[in-house]
């Protein structure tokens, strides 16, 4: 079974302060790993896919990169306005369907 | 920008009654998703659907829920009997292809079922 495990939880930064989310995968044929950002009580919002391992995407102060069997999400110099829970998803095999993993609830304070 | 829409954005039934929650997916997309999200728990995929089909369904997508495009626009889901344990955000998603290809979501169905 397809399962995706993220870490922290929950972190909290001081505005300024950069740092990395990460996202550990176990999964049958990787097609896609997604990056997704949600605020309290919205869709999830679609930030970044990542296919195969060393590749690198980049928005803003966000820079995602994958590995074989995890993905970081670096955060650079974050804001307060980049509080939110960011959400990684893979899809795998012939599936359609994303596979989440609980979040990490990241907290910038000014 | 073109995005995914959903109504209502809450709704509020009585257990055992029936729901039915609808999406409008982004004009050109192809592919169409049910999702929910119980309160502080995973998002979880329910369904898929393509060219009038489901493709693709979970183990929570019993015979209680199904889908409908009834025209050209509105993707919908049904719960015939609503249970407490259907409380949860409901998302509509959709992408222009199956794989390869980010899914979209919507803002999301708040279902609460007393």
């Known amino acids: 079974e397809d399962q995706v495990t993220q870490s922290p939880e929950a972190l909290r930064l001081q505005e300024g302060e950069s740092s990395s989310l990460n996202c550990s995968y176990t999964v049958s044929g990787l097609r896609g790993l997604f990056w997704y950002r949600q605020d309290p009580g919205k869709g999830p919002e679609f930030l970044f896919t990542?296919?195969?391992a060393g590749e690198e995407k980049e928005k803003e102060r966000l820079k995602a990169t994958l590995t074989k069997k995890e993905s970081f999400l670096h955060i650079t110099a974050p804001k307060p306005e980049d509080s939110a829970t960011y959400l990684c998803?893979?899809?795998?095999?012939?599936?359609?369907?994303?596979?989440f993993g609980q979040g990490t609830r990241l907290t910038i304070n000014p | 920008e073109p995005e995914v829409t959903q109504t209502p954005s809450h709704q509020v039934t009585q257990m055992g009654q029936e729901v039915i929650l609808r999406c409008v997916p982004i004009s050109n997309h192809l592919y169409f998703y049910w999702y929910r999200q119980i309160l502080g728990q995973k998002v979880e995929f329910l369904v898929s659907f393509y060219n009038n089909e489901i493709s693709e369904k979970s183990e929570i997508f019993d015979d209680q829920f199904s889908v409908e495009r009834p025209d050209g626009s509105n993707f919908t889901l049904k719960i015939r009997s609503t249970k407490l344990e259907d409380s949860a955000m409901y998302f509509c998603?959709?992408?222009?292809?199956?794989?390869?290809?980010?899914?979209?979501f919507g803002p999301g169905t708040r279902l609460t079922v007393l």
């Open positions: 990542l296919y195969s």
């Open positions: 998803a893979v899809q795998a095999g012939g599936a359609q369907k994303l596979v």
């Open positions: 998603a959709s992408t222009l292809a199956g794989r390869y290809n980010e899914q979209f």
